[in-house]
């Protein structure tokens, strides 16, 4: 089992920045990917971005160039840069981690940009 818990959310005015952190623990396996999604209210869940262990990232085209996600291996936790935030931005935040077959969340964070 492994778990993934969130820090980092707030409320921001746009143009602004936050940093979310996501630690997981338990069992995992060297080969997996870690990333963030996102769900604003009458949404779907939606990609925001990902890393793999070997540290391809893959960004949702809405956030690119100003969302940075990264990963300390040694501390199997992964963190999402998010500069330059808009208003539209605004949602909960949650980390995922994939190792073929399993599938975990985290709890989410949330994030509000609004002046």
């Known amino acids: 089992q492994v778990q993934l818990v969130e820090s980092g959310g707030g409320l921001v005015q746009p143009g602004g920045a936050l940093r979310l952190s996501c630690a997981a623990s338990g069992r995992i396996f060297r080969f997996n990917v870690m990333g963030w999604y996102r769900q604003a209210p009458g949404n779907q869940r939606e990609l925001v971005a990902t890393i793999t262990s070997g540290g391809t990232t893959n960004y949702a085209g809405s956030v690119k160039g100003r969302f940075t996600i990264s990963r300390d291996a040694a501390k199997n936790t992964v963190y999402l840069q998010m500069n330059s935030l808009k208003p539209e931005d605004t949602a909960v935040y949650y980390c995922?981690?994939?190792?073929?077959?399993?599938?975990?969340w985290g709890q989410g964070t949330q994030v509000t940009v609004s002046s």
């Open positions: 995922n981690l994939k190792s073929s077959p399993f599938d975990y």
